[in-house]
C-alpha cells in the first residue's frame, strides 16, 4: 500500500500511532485495524526475544539477504518484489487489546539493548537495522488507515515539531560560533578603537601626499 508517510525510528511510529488513536478512522480494505496493531507489535517482539520466525530461511534469502535489505533501506518502502513476510494472516478481533499490545512492544523495543533476532529474510540485524525494518513496516501498514480529520492535527504536530527543532539547531550553532570565538582568543574592536584607527590612517595617508613635493 502506498504511504505518503515517512517513518523512521520507533519515535515516530509512537507519534503516528497517537495521531491514528486520536482522529476518526477506517480501513482501505479488508485488512482491520487490530491485525495491522497485531502484526506490528508481533514484529517488534520478535525482533527483541530472539525468538526465529515460524519459517526458516531460505537459502534464496540467505544468498540475497543483506542485498534485499540494502534495496529496502534505499527505497524506503516495500514494493512487489520485496513484500513483507507473513503478511497479516488473520483479525483477532480485539482492537483495543492489540493497540495495547502494540504499544508496549514499543516500549520494550526502546528499552532493549540486545541480543536481536535474526530476520526471516535479511539475516542479522542490530537494534539500529531493525528500527528502520519497523518503521519501513509501520509506513506500509498504516497506509491501510484512511483517517478523517488528520491533516490539520499532523500539520500543528510537525509544524511545533520542526519549529522546536530550528530553534535547537539555531540555539546549538551560536553557542559553537562563540565557543570558536573563545578559544581562538578573538577579540572585536570596539567601535572607539575602529574609528580611531580609520582617522589614524586617512591623516598619515596625507601627511604621504602632501611629502611629495608637489606645487606650493
Given at each position: 500500500?502506498?504511504?505518503?508517510l515517512?517513518?523512521k525510528?520507533?519515535?515516530?511510529i509512537?507519534r503516528?500511532?497517537t495521531?491514528?488513536?486520536a482522529?476518526?478512522?477506517k480501513?482501505k480494505?479488508?485488512i482491520t485495524?487490530?491485525q495491522i496493531?497485531d502484526f506490528?507489535a508481533e514484529s517488534?517482539e520478535?525482533?527483541i526475544?530472539?525468538?526465529s520466525?515460524n519459517k526458516?530461511?531460505t537459502?534464496?534469502n540467505?544468498l ?6 540494502a ?7 516495500y514494493t512487489?518484489?520485496n513484500q513483507?513476510p507473513g503478511f ?5 478481533g480485539d482492537?483495543?487489546a492489540?493497540?495495547?499490545?502494540l ?9 532493549h ?6 530476520h526471516?529474510v ?6 539500529k537495522?531493525?528500527?528502520r ?6 509506513t506500509?501498514l ?8 488528520d491533516e490539520?492535527?499532523?500539520?500543528l504536530?510537525?509544524r511545533e515539531?520542526k ?6 539547531e539555531k540555539?546549538?550553532?551560536?553557542h559553537?560560533?562563540q565557543?570558536?570565538?573563545?578559544d581562538?582568543?578573538?577579540t572585536?574592536?570596539?567601535g572607539?578603537?575602529?574609528r ?8 598619515h595617508y596625507?601627511?604621504n601626499k602632501?611629502?611629495g613635493?608637489?606645487?606650493?
Amino acid at each position: 500500500m502506498k504511504s505518503n508517510l515517512k517513518l523512521k525510528t520507533i519515535d515516530d511510529i509512537e507519534r503516528e500511532l497517537t495521531i491514528i488513536l486520536a482522529c476518526e478512522r477506517k480501513q482501505k480494505s479488508d485488512i482491520t485495524l487490530s491485525q495491522i496493531f497485531d502484526f506490528l507489535a508481533e514484529s517488534i517482539e520478535v525482533s527483541i526475544q530472539g525468538i526465529s520466525y515460524n519459517k526458516k530461511r531460505t537459502t534464496i534469502n540467505k544468498l540475497l539477504g543483506k542485498y534485499k535489505f540494502a534495496k529496502l533501506i534505499s527505497t524506503g518502502n516495500y514494493t512487489k518484489a520485496n513484500q513483507i513476510p507473513g503478511f497479516p494472516p488473520r483479525d483477532l478481533g480485539d482492537a483495543q487489546a492489540a493497540e495495547l499490545r502494540l504499544k508496549t512492544s514499543l516500549t520494550a523495543f526502546k528499552l532493549h539493548s540486545g541480543p536481536f533476532a535474526e530476520h526471516q529474510v535479511f539475516g542479522e540485524l542490530d537494534k539500529k537495522q531493525w528500527e528502520r525494518v519497523h518503521s519501513i513496516l509501520a509506513t506500509y501498514l498504516f497506509g491501510y488507515i484512511q483517517l478523517f480529520g488528520d491533516e490539520k492535527l499532523r500539520f500543528l504536530k510537525d509544524r511545533e515539531n520542526k519549529k522546536d527543532k530550528n530553534f535547537a539547531e539555531k540555539k546549538h550553532h551560536h553557542h559553537q560560533g562563540q565557543k570558536k570565538k573563545e578559544d581562538r582568543g578573538d577579540t572585536k574592536p570596539s567601535g572607539h578603537n575602529s574609528r580611531k584607527w580609520k582617522n589614524k590612517k586617512k591623516f598619515h595617508y596625507k601627511g604621504n601626499k602632501n611629502q611629495g613635493g608637489g606645487p606650493k
